[in-house]
T-cell receptor, first 112, second 114 residues
Framework: EAGVVQSPRYKIIEKKQPVAFWCNPI?????LYWYLQNLGQGPELLIR????????DSQLPKDRFSAERLKGVDSTLKIQPAELGDSAVYLC??????????FGPGTRLTVL | GENVEQHPSTLSVQEGDSAVIKCTYS??????FPWYKQELGKRPQLIID?????GEKKDQRIAVTLNKTAKHFSLHITETQPEDSAVYFC?????????????FGRGTSLIVHP
């Protein structure tokens, strides 16, 4: 069984530029999570989807961040415009009802 | 919201020793407590979990204990090996709708010296 796939693995951009991250969850997993992980810290939840519905986006900075999960499978997370403080690893995870989450490899974003 | 405290932030042990990592949580509605291991540059991987109706769970060299009354849970690793070196994260999760809302601790860097 294929795991959670994320791309790109690394992204370097200049501040004020837009950036997008893509996630493909494990087949059949209806719940998808996006996290932000700063160096030396635990993952922080940004948004949680159940199928195509964003059921919890209270921690998503909506002035610059947006996300979508069309058709309830793949998801994209976008930042526009990026700021220096957005440099971090962006993790995607999926699960199916049990709470057990399976993480993708993450996208390491560097904003210059 | 939920608040998870994890201690220690760094733990250094000799190979063969035991290691214990402790977490406390604040929300009594949390009912699922997973532990993740993250090696440098890799994804977090679930190593063991426990639900609120169970007090202890063991899987070979690792075990987790839960005290619901005191709102704390711990990870125990026995006979540590160098390959156990990694960052370990605890999480407290509560059910919401058809899924769970997790809150992670800040992590413990475990170093096992050969």
């Amino acid at each position: 069984e294929a795991g959670v796939v994320q791309s790109p693995r690394y992204k370097i951009i200049e501040k004020k530029q837009p950036v997008a991250f893509w996630c493909n969850p494990i087949s059949g997993h209806n719940t998808l999570y996006w996290y932000l992980q700063n160096l030396g810290q635990g993952p922080e939840l940004l948004i949680r989807y159940e199928n195509e519905e964003a059921v919890d986006d209270s921690q998503l900075p909506k002035d610059r961040f947006s996300a979508e999960r069309l058709k309830g499978v793949d998801s994209t997370l976008k930042i526009q415009p990026a700021e220096l403080g957005d440099s971090a690893v962006y993790l995607c995870a999926s699960s199916y009802g049990t709470g057990k989450q399976f993480f993708g490899p993450g996208t390491r974003l560097t904003v210059l | 919201g939920e608040n998870v405290e994890q201690h220690p932030s760094t733990l250094s042990v000799q190979e063969g020793d035991s290691a214990v990592i402790k977490c406390t949580y604040s929300d009594s509605a949390s009912n699922y407590f997973p532990w993740y291991k993250q090696e440098l540059g890799k994804r977090p991987q679930l190593i063991i979990d426990i639900r609120s109706n169970v007090g202890e769970k063991k899987d070979q060299r690792i075990a987790v204990t839960l005290n619901k009354t005191a709102k704390h849970f711990s990870l125990h690793i026995t006979e540590t090996q160098p390959e156990d070196s990694a960052v370990y994260f605890c999480a407290a999760s509560r059910a919401s709708g058809g899924s769970y809302i997790p809150t992670f601790g800040r992590g413990t860097s475990l170093i096992v010296h050969p």
